[in-house]
């Protein structure tokens, strides 16, 4: 199958006409314009989105469009909605965000799961996917069942397609002598890991000095918020500890200093940076867009759509480009196409995934964003354009909508 389109976007390069010949699933060739078997016309043709932070099971409609009240407050709404929804309807919410993010052109989420709901929403799903295995415990008792994890982490019933990890939740949601013990082992199993750092601006008094909001958050579940104190921020004790690695992944990342930028980048790990969900929380500028430019690869996620709004990774392109208008319209693509390939990569999985740069082998998973008239480069009119087609494996996943393009 060859298709052509007015723009091929190779990752790295000013798009360009051309066809994108595909062959038993996985992209054969880049080719000059010529005869096709599909004409997009006025369109980008490139390697599909990746959601790089997305809780499935989450994919609840946003009541309001900045939050309502507290973090803490918040937080604690999420839990009783998961309590509320149970073992299917949490299901159901998962099949439901998949099939939007489908829709909206993402070929491959990196997801967060704490009970599995997520994996059995994918089952028959055409999407890649790092599943991330969530952990909480606020105490160090009874610990964690590393043999659960392992498991876990060995189940995939498809590796082609499902790759699976850790994610402890978060700083101050899994208690210290609990990370001693995952992330090493994590290292030793070679799997990737996700964590939710300096997201909340009280993380930074609560570690260093073990005081403020988030030691009244912890004793409020009943934590001991002494045992959660370090000294130092969560960036400076997984860089003193060497956990800080190419198989890491930071989401959000919100208070994080220049310094710890700096860590993060010069670990081989990666920033998770969830414009609309930020905007949600009415938080301060974040500093992703600053750190992009200084070489930090920044990757890009919805987050859950109940702090989003949408699953929309050209949505959340486009809340990234509002944030960062001066920031070059290429590395905004990248976030969401080539960065998370690239990071994955570095973890160890080269294959899941391909490159993002339409190389020779890779899988066909692509997506076409109509192009609107107007002016500027063609990138950055895409934003505001639509996604007409998207496909796995070489098969497309909205063929109705390819019928004026034929």
């Not at 160090?140 to 499902?162: I, K």
């Not at 070489?295 to 989003?308: I, Y």
């Amino acid at each position: 199958m060859r298709i052509s389109a007015q723009a091929i976007w190779n990752g790295c390069d000013t798009p360009h006409p051309g066809r994108i010949a595909i062959l038993d699933g996985r992209i054969e060739q880049v080719l000059p314009p010529g005869p096709a078997d599909l004409d997009l016309g006025e369109a980008i043709l490139c390697a599909g989105f990746v959601n790089a932070h997305l809780h499935l099971d989450l994919s609840l409609p946003r009541p309001t469009e900045t939050m309502v009240g507290s973090f803490d407050d918040w937080l604690r709404s999420v839990v009783e909605a998961r309590q509320h929804l149970g073992e299917d309807g949490l299901t159901i919410q998962a099949a439901i965000g998949a099939e939007e993010t489908l829709a909206g052109g993402t070929t491959a989420v990196f997801d967060i799961d704490p009970a599995g709901h997520s994996i059995t929403a994918l089952t028959d799903s055409p999407l890649r996917r790092l599943i991330l295995r969530e952990v909480i415990s606020v105490n160090s008792q009874p610990g964690v069942d590393l043999d659960a994890l392992g498991h876990f982490l060995g189940g995939a019933h498809d590796p082609s397609r499902e790759l699976r990890g850790i994610s402890p939740h978060s700083s101050y949601t899994v208690h210290p002598e609990l990370l001693a013990k995952l992330l090493p082992w994590c290292r030793e199993q070679g799997a990737p890991w996700a964590m939710h750092v300096a997201e909340p601006t009280w993380e930074r008094q609560l570690l260093v000095d073990g005081r403020g909001e988030g030691a009244r958050f912890l004793e409020g579940f009943g934590a001991d918020p002494a045992s959660f104190r370090r000294g130092h921020t969560m960036i400076e004790a997984l860089r003193e500890s060497g956990d800080l690695t190419r198989q890491s992944l930071i989401i959000h990342g919100n208070e994080c200093s220049d310094d710890e930028l700096a860590a993060i980048g010069e670990s081989g790990s990666a920033l998770v940076w969830c414009p609309r969900s930020h905007a949600f929380f009415g938080r301060a500028p974040h500093p992703a867009p600053r750190a992009a430019e200084e070489g930090l690869e920044v990757l890009l996620g919805t987050d859950g759509k109940v702090s989003a709004g949408t699953l929309s990774m050209l949505d959340e392109m486009g809340a990234a480009r509002a944030a960062a208008a001066d920031l070059d319209i290429e590395t905004i693509w990248k976030m969401a196409i080539v960065h998370p390939r690239q990071w994955l990569a570095r973890a160890g999985h080269p294959d899941l995934l391909g490159c993002g740069t339409l190389q020779p082998g890779d899988p066909a998973d692509l997506v076409a964003v109509s192009i609107p008239e107007g002016d500027g480069p063609l990138l950055e009119r895409a934003l505001a354009g639509e996604v007409i087609a998207s496909w796995i494996d070489g098969r497309a996943l909205q063929p109705e909508m390819l019928g004026d393009a034929q």
